[in-house]
């Protein structure tokens, strides 16, 4: 029996506490948060304030209650302000303490700061908590116009739900088009698709910086660096989070070089008894073996999860490890999907002379069904390959098609180092409602054979 | 150059006269075919029966214009009636002949036949090519029921065309269940919920066999080995086929246990210059290294490719070979799929004192999307593995959500070798609106995991 305590109710720390309760019920769980909730589905915000979750408690999963009820001790409203690792104990903002036998930081991340005049201004928001979520909704049922800064998956997404709100938006990148973490040509793609098809007026700032927020008590624009006002009735932040290690780092706990907390394929950070998962941790990037910072659910849940079996149980019996991440997402438009694995084009020509590959790639463009069925959709599929091993390193496929199944196939050859020759004869399902005969997937690997064979 | 004669025109022959042709402009290709046109879509006949696809014109593929323009010799209404290997020489039923220096079986499969009283009467049919597929529409315009023997994915299929089409139905099965490839409580799952959703009466007789065609010149109706009178307006029979492979035997050619031609990872057959592909062929089964005799579309446009790689090119050039089979499969009754890959439970209990495995398998029952978004899904996902070795081996997914990409990435780890540990944190893409946090697919290999462990 152990006493384990977890820092953070969002994603990683909630599935962690059940999962210890789970391995061993006598274990005594102690669950804190700083929110007033805990165990909720930030990623469902979006569709929270497009209008498609009509309820805001459908977002939350598991209850303080219900937590309780299988014997795990929720606090609420409990900020960590200090771990000793020494005293093995934890301090809160209220003045409580607890002592632990192994702890579990799942602290989350934080939207990073823009720090420029009237920052401060009201109806300037993220999007990170369910009171965001709430806020920003608000907002939309009582405005017309909206500039969103950052061009993302979260601003895509926020695109939609304003759209569906007939706001009149206005996207600020600072880089040359959305999506930056994709390769340009396919960004490109999904934000001509977003222009074509919207019947509101979005209009898209590259390149670009705020450079102040303008108003006097409330939000009612911004200037730019290259000098555009651009007014609006209220503003979402999607700059991306940083990871939330503070307390941490006070603590003496090891974080990398991109702020992350540095965590072994235990979730182990660098004090003994500390486990660390979630937001709050750096993670390797499996096809370069690099640290890299990604804040994704699903990595969340599967650390949690890691870090509760390795923490629960005795030393000898641990057969789980967190061996690392390819990147996958998906996001979406309407009905025109966005999804991606492992190393994009762009990434690969940075690495390549640090990381010993030769990059390739193909693009196709295929219906995404027999070309006779209706309701057909057209993806486009660019697969990224080391010339030098064969070994596929990333995909990127958008379009109006089943994009990201496709890519959790990918996924798979990833993580299993299956080259281009080993993939081209994959044995995929194929009906006519479902997918051509030869599968947009093994199409564009064979174009990459063909390209490895030259 | 090289003259390039290739017989079979529905799926491999012309994947491979066009891919030969490519390969080599020079190389001189014919293309022979006993039907009338060529280059079709088998399997989007049922959706021609139901409806959905409102004109047969729409399953032809390429035209033998289209591949008249292409340099393609096309002949049709050539049977092949004799092959000699010795003097390199085609013959065909119209007294025509003529040589070749590689010649590419692609004869198919011919439906099995069911040799029983009144088997020749008017209204039964197979559905197997483009002229079944229009027989069998113009009789379900003017019926109002029918039989179908066999409760296979062409039986499924078809009822759903028969349902869309208000017939009443009568499906005989010879074993417990529809679909009796998968495990049978999965099959019993689909059979309930058809029975459950069909606005039209579907009435299942399993463990029964035609015993006799009833009617004088037309079909009315079957007498089944346990006594049952079926009276119906046309009978369709969909028990599967038989490689198609006389003239392939006749010749001198090497036929395996299941009747298909074997060929090497070349497509190579056991006389040289003579290559096979397609239906008319047996394969490796992947998870097993046993000889079996599947016939799908998928395989047999793969296997046209490489026959035509390996056919066109010069010996040392060759860089692709075909490796085997998983069995992967899909299909659908209205918005319900069905999709697997690999091993059966069931297969994998018969094998496993032949091959040395130790099936687990872990089943489970999940939301395809997050549990809060609209038009959500639910999917029975099956995982089989080797207790062993850690193997996945097979997965059956059935459901009103995305089942047959989900197959797919299953084809990926088990293509490559990947045990249950290192499928566990597979970093699948997540949103909302296309899965859960933990994907099904991980829930059950959890469980299988949590079996592994005990």
Chains 1, 2 share one sequence.
Not at 135 to 163: C, N
Not at 225 to 250: H, L, M, Q, R, S
Not at 377 to 389: E, H, N, P, S, W
Request: charge should be neutral; hydrophobic fraction near 40%.
């Amino acid at each position: 029996m152990k006493k384990i305590v977890i820092i953070g109710g969002c994603a990683a720390g909630p599935k962690a506490a059940a999962k210890c309760k789970r391995i061993n019920p006598d274990n005594e769980i102690e669950l804190y948060t700083k929110e007033n909730l805990i165990s909720y589905s930030a990623c469902g915000l979006p569709y929270f304030i497009s209008g498609i979750v009509p309820n805001i408690n459908k977002l939350i999963i598991r209850t303080k209650e219900d937590f309780e009820k299988n014997g795990i001790n929720v606090f609420l409203n409990h900020e960590c302000i200090k771990i000793d690792p020494k005293a093995k104990k934890v301090f809160f903002q209220n003045e409580k303490e607890t002592s632990y036998d192994e702890l579990i930081l799942c602290t989350g991340s934080i939207p990073k700061k823009i720090n420029v005049k009237n920052s401060h201004l009201k109806n300037i928001f993220n999007l990170k908590v369910i009171q965001d979520g709430i806020d920003i909704k608000k907002m939309t049922e009582i405005s017309k116009s909206v500039v969103i800064i950052g061009g993302g998956y979260i601003a895509l997404e926020l695109t939609e739900a304003f759209v569906r709100n007939n706001l009149k938006i206005t996207v600020l990148e600072k880089n040359s088009t959305i999506m930056p973490l994709l390769d340009t040509e396919i960004s490109e793609k999904i934000k001509n698709y977003i222009v074509e098809k919207s019947h509101v007026e979005i209009n898209y700032i590259f390149n670009d910086e705020v450079e102040e927020f303008i108003g006097e008590e409330n939000f009612e624009g911004i200037k730019t660096k290259n000098g555009k006002i651009i007014n609006a009735d209220f503003c979402v932040i999607a700059t991306g989070v940083v990871p939330n290690t503070d307390i941490a780092k006070e603590a003496g706990i090891e974080t990398g070089t991109t702020g992350g907390i540095i965590v072994d394929n235990k979730m182990r950070t660098s004090i003994q008894n500390i486990y660390a998962a979630g937001d709050c941790t750096e993670n390797i990037f499996i096809p370069t073996k690099q640290s890299v910072y990604l804040s994704l659910g699903t990595i969340a849940n599967k650390q949690g999860r890691i870090a509760a079996i390795n923490s629960s149980g005795e030393e000898n019996d641990i057969k789980e490890y967190f061996d690392g991440i390819l990147g996958s997402m998906v996001t979406k438009y309407f009905d025109y999907t966005v999804a991606a694995t492992g190393l994009s084009e762009k990434r690969a020509y940075e690495l390549k002379n640090y990381i010993n590959i030769t990059p390739i790639t193909s693009t196709i463009e295929e219906y995404d069904k027999a070309g006779y069925m209706p309701q057909i959709g057209i993806l486009t599929v660019k697969l990224i390959a080391d010339k030098r091993t064969g070994e596929i390193l990333g995909a990127q496929i958008v379009g109006t098609g089943d994009a990201d199944k496709r890519i959790g196939t990918i996924a798979a050859a990833i993580r299993a180092n299956l080259t281009v020759s080993e993939f081209l004869n994959l044995d995929l399902p194929y009906a006519p409602p479902f997918s051509s005969t030869i599968d947009p997937l093994l199409t564009a690997t064979y174009k990459l054979k063909e390209m490895m064979d030259k």
